[in-house]
């Protein structure tokens, strides 16, 4: 990691510190090393909680009301392990049902900005023997922690058992948009193909509670749209998808277009068409 980089060395003196905000990298030890003081992070949650690399993901994905801003010391072997310096207070998350990572980004920068001023100000960076609040909380609250790992892949792929309406529509906010695999008949060849969803929504449409979890239909009243339902028995709606190796398009023309429904009637009140399956 950082290979062949090296501090800047001014008029032949070691500088002071090395300080990392958003920075997704391990800073490794022999270059901390180079430093008087060592190195600072400025990190967007209150530490301990949400260790990692996506804090701001997290914290939405979880639904909180409230984060923070600390600033620690860069440890020399553990992401997200050095000696806490400054915390702000519960900060409330403006508008959190609906607020995105971006949003939350630019709410906290400001703050952690003048945080790690503060911070270099007051010299927190120096070597204390002070067990303050801080540290002891840390040391108390290990086995309570909520993680922030590196956001996957497979984190925006629905699981449409154990998923409700308000995860999938919280995943579609912080993580953008989703996929599932769905079956393509082709020739008589069935192959599995990546369904990207965008524009998900909850719409009301009493009735369909007999429909299986994850078997997405054709409803065809004053337009075509493509539906499904979720394991509390919500029903979405979903407008654009994109079909593996294809531009996103209307949900219903694309899914027919490439073969991925079956002429076999999946209830009265719907239409003689249904999915090869339910999405994976």
């Given at each position: 990691?950082?290979?062949?980089?090296?501090?800047?060395?001014?008029?032949?003196?070691?500088?002071?510190?090395?300080?990392?905000?958003?920075?997704?990298?391990?800073?490794?030890?022999?270059?901390?090393?180079?430093?008087?003081?060592?190195?600072?992070?400025?990190?967007?949650?209150?530490?301990?909680?949400?260790?990692?690399?996506?804090?701001?993901?997290?914290?939405?994905?979880?639904?909180?009301?409230?984060?923070?801003?600390?600033?620690?010391?860069?440890?020399?072997?553990?992401?997200?392990?050095?000696?806490?310096?400054?915390?702000?207070?519960?900060l409330d998350i403006p508008s959190p049902d609906t607020c995105t990572v971006k949003q939350?980004?630019?709410?906290?920068?400001?703050?952690?900005?003048?945080?790690?001023?503060?911070?270099?100000?007051?010299?927190?960076?120096?070597?204390?023997?002070?067990?303050?609040?801080?540290?002891?909380?840390?040391?108390?609250?290990?086995?309570?922690?909520?993680?922030?790992?590196?956001?996957?892949?497979?984190?925006?792929?629905?699981?449409?058992?154990?998923?409700?309406?308000?995860?999938?529509?919280?995943?579609?906010?912080?993580?953008?948009?989703?996929?599932?695999?769905?079956?393509?008949?082709?020739?008589?060849?069935?192959?599995?193909?990546?369904?990207?969803?965008?524009?998900?929504?909850?719409?009301?449409?009493?009735?369909?509670?007999?429909?299986?979890?994850?078997?997405?239909?054709?409803?065809?009243?004053?337009?075509?749209?493509?539906?499904?339902?979720?394991?509390?028995?919500?029903?979405?709606?979903?407008?654009?998808?994109?079909?593996?190796?294809?531009?996103?398009?209307?949900?219903?023309?694309?899914?027919?277009?490439?073969?991925?429904?079956?002429?076999?009637?999946?209830?009265?009140?719907?239409?003689?068409?249904?999915?090869?399956?339910?999405?994976?």
């Amino acid at each position: 990691m950082l290979k062949g980089i090296q501090p800047p060395n001014p008029h032949g003196e070691p500088i002071n510190l090395i300080i990392a905000v958003s920075f997704g990298l391990f800073v490794p030890p022999r270059i901390l090393q180079t430093a008087r003081h060592g190195g600072l992070n400025v990190h967007p949650s209150l530490l301990p909680e949400f260790r990692g690399a996506a804090p701001l993901h997290y914290t939405l994905l979880k639904g909180r009301t409230k984060t923070g801003v600390t600033v620690q010391t860069l440890h020399p072997e553990h992401f997200d392990h050095g000696r806490i310096l400054a915390q702000t207070p519960l900060l409330d998350i403006p508008s959190p049902d609906t607020c995105t990572v971006k949003q939350l980004r630019d709410f906290l920068a400001p703050i952690g900005a003048e945080l790690l001023i503060q911070s270099i100000r007051q010299r927190l960076f120096l070597p204390s023997d002070d067990k303050d609040d801080k540290v002891s909380r840390e040391i108390q609250n290990q086995e309570q922690l909520s993680w922030a790992p590196k956001i996957r892949t497979e984190d925006s792929h629905i699981n449409w058992q154990t998923w409700t309406a308000d995860e999938i529509l919280r995943r579609q906010r912080v993580l953008g948009p989703l996929w599932n695999l769905a079956s393509s008949r082709t020739e008589g060849t069935l192959t599995l193909k990546r369904i990207i969803m965008q524009e998900i929504r909850v719409i009301r449409t009493p009735g369909f509670r007999q429909l299986p979890t994850g078997v997405p239909f054709l409803l065809k009243r004053e337009k075509r749209r493509l539906l499904v339902q979720t394991c509390d028995e919500k029903v979405l709606e979903i407008p654009l998808i994109k079909v593996e190796g294809r531009p996103f398009k209307d949900a219903a023309g694309a899914a027919e277009k490439d073969h991925l429904f079956e002429e076999k009637s999946l209830a009265t009140r719907l239409p003689k068409i249904k999915f090869n399956g339910a999405l994976q």
